[in-house]
C-alpha cells in the first residue's frame, strides 16, 4: 500500500506525519492479563487539577475583559510571533548539525543576553548605596610594645596617616600617580569595562590578581571595603564607584586616594610615603621622586629597591616608563623629562621608624614573631591598633646592652683599626624558651641588620656539648654492622693533637687527600682522656672522632632537635662535629638552655600576648618537646659545670663551691668556643635556667660577609671578651 499526495499539495519543512496510535495486541499467552488491567483500571484515582489550573479558574472571570480586549491584538502578533518562535532542534537537518542555532536564534540569545544584563545593573546600581563609614585601611592606629612586666617599651606612631589638601601636593606628583594608575581619570565614569573583565578573568583564573581598577575604584577598596580578591567585592566596588563618581568631585576623589593608599615601610599617604622614602614633605617632591613612588601603588614589596636587586630592576623600570607616561599624556615636557635621567634614590631606612637604638632590634624580632604566630598581614599589622606583649626583661636587657657596649668601646680604644670591622652578638633565653634579652648592634638607625640573629660565623668548640649528648644518648658503632655500644662520661678517647680521624673501614680521607684530623687549641695533646674531662678542657679530637662513631646524622638531627636550625649547618662531613655549623647567638643560647632544662626543648619566642582593641588574638605558643633523655642531659651539665669551674674558679658562686655538686639544675655552667681560623669567639653557659651566648667576629661590611681573624679582638685565655660580656649580663651568677 502507497500514500499518494495530491500534486497542488506542496510541502512545508515543518510538516510532520502523524500516525495515530496503534493498540497494542495483548499477549495471548497470559489468560489474566485484561483482567488484571481492568482491575487497575478501576482503582485508578481521578487526576488532581493542577495549581494553575485552580488559580484560573478564580482569576479567569475577572480577567475575561482585559483578555477580550487584547485578543485582537493577539491575533495580529500570532503570525510574526511564530515566524520568531524557534525551531529547536532545527528540522530538516540531520546529525549534529540539527543542534547548531541559526543566525537568528542566535541573534536573539545574544540580544536577550543584554537585555537581561541591563536589568541586572539596573537593579544592582539601583540598590546599591555608598556607605556611611570608612573603614580601618583608612584610620590606622599605633602599635604599642611592651616589656615582660608590662610598662611601655615602644611606640611604632610611623604607622599614621597625615591627610594632605590636594592643593598641598604639587600637580607633578599628582599626574604621577595618574599616568601610572589611571590616566583617563577626569573623564571616566568611575570604572573600566576593560579593566574588569581583565581583573575578573585573573580573579577567576590563576593570574595576578593586582590591577584592572580606576582610581576610583581603588579609593572605594581603600576606605569602603576590604582587600579580598573575589568576584562578589569587586562587583560590589564597581557599583559603589558609579554612585561615588556621580556624588564626589574628581578632585575628591583623588584627594582621598592619595591620602588613604598603601605605599610600604607602613606609611599609608603620599604624605608619609615622601616622608618614609626621601625625608621631605610632599610638597618638596620633584616628578622625577613623584615616578618612583607611584610605582610603589603597584605593591610596594615588589617595587621597593632598598628589599632586593630585583626590587631595584623593577622599580627602575617602572619609573622610567611612568616618566614616559607623563610625557605621553601631556602633562611633563621632554625637555623636562630629559633631566630626570639618573634614578632618585630613595633613602636605605624609614626615617620615621625611630624607636631607640637597642629598642628597634627589639621591635624587629617581635613584630617578626607576632606577624607569624599570630597568622597577621603585612598591611594588617601596618593598619596598627596591636599591643604586642613581648617576653623583653628591661634589667636583664639594660645589663647586656651595657655589657657589650662597654666591651666595644675598650676594643675601639685599644685596637682601632682592626675594632672598626668587630660585631657582638648576644642573647639570653630562658630555658622555657622566652628571648630575654638581644644585643643586635650598636644602632639599628646606622646598622640594620640584628647580630644575635645573624648566621655568619661557626661555633667553632661551643658545638662539642650537642656532639657529647647524642653520643650518650644513641651511643657508637665501632664496627659497621656491630652492635651499638653505650657510652659514658668516662668511656675513653684519645685526646693527642692532629689525631686522624677513623672509620670502620680506615681513615677517613678529604677531597684534598688528606686523613681527617682535628686540632686542639694550642696544639696540646692530652692523651686517653674521659669525655666527660674533654669536654670541661674543650679538647676538640675526641669530639671529632665521636661524632663519627655516633653518627654525623645523628649528631646534627640531634643538634637540630636541640634548637640549632637546618639552615645552619654545611656539609656532613668530620668537621660538623667541631663546630662548622653557623647558628646565631640567639639559637646557641636556645640550644644550651635544652641541657637546663633536661632534654626538652622549646622554641625560642618573644612575644607572649597580642591584643587588639581589647581583644586577645590567638597566639601559637611553641610546646616543649624531648631533644634527648634527662640523663644525658644531666651529664652534659655536670662536664659544663666542671669546664665553668675550671676555667673560673673565682667566678663560681658560693652554694656551687660548698654543695659539691656539679651539673644539676640551677647551677653555673658555660663553655668557651673558638674555631681553628680565629675567625670567632663564642661563650655559652647557663645560670638561673637561663641562657646566654655571647659572639665577638670581624666582617668588613663593605667588601664581603667573609669573616676575618679576629687579631686579638676576643681577648685572651685570661681575659676573654666573650666570657666578660656573658658574665656582666648575667651577674650576679649566684
Do not use: C
Not at 653557623?582 to 641541657?595: D, H, K, L, Q
Request: proline fraction near 6%; hydrophobic fraction near 35%; avoid cysteine.
Amino acid at each position: 500500500m502507497q500514500l499518494k499526495v495530491p500534486d497542488s499539495f506542496k510541502p512545508d519543512e515543518t510538516m510532520q506525519l502523524r500516525v495515530s496510535d496503534i493498540p497494542a495486541v495483548p499477549d495471548m499467552s497470559d489468560e489474566g492479563a485484561d483482567e488484571k488491567a481492568r482491575s487497575s483500571k478501576n482503582r485508578r484515582k481521578a487526576p488532581r487539577l493542577s495549581p494553575f489550573v485552580r488559580v484560573w479558574a478564580v482569576l479567569g472571570p475577572r480577567l475575561a475583559p482585559l483578555v477580550a480586549a487584547l485578543t485582537p491584538y493577539v491575533a495580529r502578533l500570532t503570525p510574526y510571533a511564530r515566524k520568531l518562535r524557534p525551531l529547536y532542534p532545527r528540522p530538516g537537518r540531520t546529525d549534529w548539525r540539527r543542534w547548531i542555532p541559526s543566525w537568528r536564534q542566535s541573534l536573539g540569545g545574544v540580544l536577550a543576553s543584554i537585555g537581561l544584563s541591563g536589568m541586572f545593573l539596573v537593579v544592582a546600581y539601583a540598590a546599591t548605596d555608598v556607605p556611611d563609614n570608612l573603614n580601618t585601611y583608612a584610620t590606622q592606629q599605633d602599635n604599642v610594645y611592651f616589656w615582660a612586666d608590662g610598662t611601655p617599651m615602644a611606640r611604632t606612631g610611623w604607622v599614621q596617616r597625615q591627610a594632605m589638601p590636594l592643593k598641598d601636593i604639587p600637580e607633578d606628583v599628582r599626574w604621577a600617580v595618574l599616568a601610572a594608575e589611571n590616566a583617563s581619570f577626569y573623564s571616566d565614569p568611575g570604572i573600566s569595562f576593560k579593566g574588569i573583565s581583565r581583573a575578573l578573568f585573573r580573579t577567576l583564573g590563576q593570574g595576578d590578581t593586582q590591577g584592572g581598577s580606576t582610581i576610583t575604584q581603588q579609593y572605594v577598596k581603600n576606605v569602603y571595603l576590604n582587600q579580598n580578591q573575589t568576584v562578589s567585592r569587586k562587583f560590589t566596588e564597581a557599583m559603589i564607584a558609579l554612585k561615588l563618581d556621580n556624588q564626589m568631585s574628581k578632585d575628591d576623589i583623588l584627594e582621598g586616594y592619595l591620602n588613604t593608599s598603601w605605599f610600604g615601610r607602613g606609611t599609608y599617604g603620599i604624605q608619609r610615603a615622601a616622608q618614609a622614602y626621601y625625608g621631605k614633605d610632599v610638597s618638596e617632591l620633584n616628578a622625577s621622586e613623584a615616578a618612583f613612588l607611584a610605582s610603589l601603588l603597584k605593591g610596594a614589596g615588589l617595587y621597593d629597591p632598598t628589599l632586593g636587586p630585583a626590587n631595584r630592576a623593577r622599580a627602575v623600570e617602572r619609573w622610567s616608563w611612568t616618566l614616559d607616561r607623563m610625557v605621553d599624556i601631556g602633562k611633563l615636557s621632554k625637555a623636562e623629562r630629559a633631566k630626570y635621567t639618573k634614578f632618585p634614590e630613595p633613602l636605605k631606612s624609614n626615617p620615621l621608624y625611630d624607636t631607640g637604638q637597642q629598642s628597634d632590634y627589639l621591635v624587629e624580632l617581635a613584630s617578626q614573631y607576632a606577624k607569624k604566630a599570630g597568622h597577621i598581614s603585612d598591611k594588617d599589622y601596618d593598619l596598627g591598633g596591636y599591643q604586642i606583649y613581648t617576653t623583653f626583661d628591661k634589667n636583664r636587657e639594660a645589663q647586656l646592652t651595657a655589657a657589650v657596649t662597654k666591651a666595644r668601646k675598650k676594643a675601639l680604644r685599644d685596637d682601632p683599626k682592626n675594632a672598626k670591622d668587630a660585631h657582638f652578638g648576644a642573647s639570653s633565653v630562658a630555658s622555657d624558651g622566652r628571648i630575654l634579652a638581644v644585643y643586635g648592634g650598636p644602632d639599628h638607625r646606622t646598622q640594620g641588620f640584628n647580630e644575635s640573629n645573624a648566621t655568619t660565623v661557626p661555633a667553632g668548640s661551643a658545638f662539642q656539648p650537642f656532639v657529647y649528648a647524642a653520643g650518650l644518648e644513641h651511643g657508637v658503632h665501632k664496627t659497621r654492622d656491630g652492635d651499638t655500644e653505650t657510652v659514658t662520661g668516662q668511656t675513653l678517647y684519645n685526646g693527642d693533637n692532629l689525631v686522624p680521624v677513623t672509620t670502620p673501614e680506615g681513615p677517613y680521607w678529604d677531597r684534598s687527600g688528606r686523613k681527617a684530623a682535628a686540632k686542639n687549641d694550642g696544639g696540646k695533646s692530652y692523651g686517653r682522656i674521659s669525655l666527660h674531662r674533654a669536654l670541661a678542657l674543650s679538647v676538640n679530637t675526641p669530639f671529632m672522632q665521636l661524632g663519627m662513631d655516633t653518627g654525623l646524622d645523628v649528631v646534627r638531627s640531634t643538634a637540630e632537635r636541640s634548637g640549632l636550625l637546618p639552615s645552619s649547618f654545611g656539609a656532613q662531613v668530620p668537621a660538623l662535629s667541631t663546630g662548622s655549623a653557623t647558628p646565631s647567638a640567639i639559637r646557641m643560647a636556645s640550644g644550651y638552655s635544652t641541657f637546663a632544662a633536661g632534654g626538652k626543648h622549646t622554641e625560642p619566642y618573644s612575644v607572649r600576648l597580642i591584643t587588639k582593641n581589647g581583644t586577645k588574638l590567638v597566639l601559637e605558643a611553641p610546646a616543649a618537646s624531648r631533644a634527648f633523655g634527662a640523663d644525658a642531659a644531666e651529664e652534659v651539665n655536670s662536664a659544663l659545670a666542671d669546664s665553668f669551674r675550671t676555667a673560673h674558679p673565682d667566678d663560681v658562686p658560693a652554694s656551687q663551691a660548698q654543695s659539691g655538686r656539679t651539673g644539676s639544675l640551677g647551677q653555673v655552667t658555660g663553655k668557651a668556643g673558638t674555631t681553628q681560623n680565629d675567625t670567632a669567639a663564642w661563650y655559652v653557659g647557663t645560670a638561673k635556667t637561663v641562657s646566654t651566648a655571647v659572639v665577638v667576629y670581624r666582617i668588613d661590611l663593605g667588601k664581603s660577609l667573609e669573616p676575618l681573624p679576629l687579631k686579638g679582638i676576643a681577648g685572651t685565655t685570661d681575659d676573654n671578651v666573650p666570657y666578660g660580656i656573658w658574665s656582666g649580663a648575667m651577674s650576679p651568677l649566684g
